[in-house]
């Protein structure tokens, strides 16, 4: 998902690269169902969270995950 260039203006790496960033979770949702087996953007967050990612706001105030 994330080497998928095309999508950059939705979803991407941070600068460190340790951190993916949603940068439009409107359009994230809709393109969800092609990478995911959910479509449902809360599932979605579930899972990231039971594999340990943390969610914070990045400078613009985007929101950004990160694995710990």
């Known amino acids: 998902l994330l080497k998928d260039k095309s999508i950059n203006d939705t979803i991407s790496w941070n600068n460190k690269g340790d951190a993916f960033i949603i940068?439009?979770?409107?359009?994230f949702r809709k393109i969800l169902p092609?990478?995911?087996r959910t479509n449902n953007y809360s599932s979605f967050?579930?899972?990231l969270n039971?594999?340990?990612s943390h969610k914070t706001?990045?400078?613009e105030g985007l929101e950004k995950y990160k694995l710990e």
């Open 50 to 52: 039971m594999h340990g």
């Open 23 to 27: 940068k439009n979770s409107e359009k």
């Open 57 to 59: 706001k990045n400078k």
């Open 34 to 36: 092609n990478w995911f």
């Open 45 to 47: 967050l579930r899972q």
